[in-house]
Nanobody, 120 residues
């Protein structure tokens, strides 16, 4: 059974917005930090954003600061990634992960990944 289920993404025009959602179907990580990573075509996976279980602290990659916002709704076991002012370089497969804040070696579960494509 897939534990982290993502939705959102798709084809977005430059300058547009999209919102990704990730549901923790078992509620296992409601007390853990969770986050989003992405893998651009032909490149390594990279950190995008993460959030503590309380939502009080967030950590963003420099490349998305001021454009992306991570949030969570623990009552729904869901984290979100609001992406604004999208650029072609944001094209990637986006995956949610938990538990995760800064150290990817802590990750125990991954979402299936969702494609976000921003044409140049």
């Amino acid at each position: 059974q897939v534990q982290l289920v993502e939705s959102g993404g798709g084809l977005v025009q430059p300058g547009g917005s999209a919102r990704l959602s990730c549901v923790d179907s078992r509620g296992t990580f409601r007390r853990n930090a969770m986050g989003w990573l992405r893998q651009p075509p032909g490149k390594d996976r990279e950190h995008v954003a993460s959030i503590t279980w309380s939502g009080d602290n967030t950590y963003y990659a420099d490349s998305v600061k001021g454009r992306f916002t991570i949030s969570r709704d623990n009552a729904k076991n869901t984290i979100y990634l609001q992406m604004n002012s999208l650029k072609s370089e944001d094209t990637a497969v986006y995956s949610c992960a938990a538990p995760y804040y800064r150290d990817p070696t802590t990750i125990g579960a991954w979402g299936q990944g969702t494609q976000v494509t921003v044409p140049s």
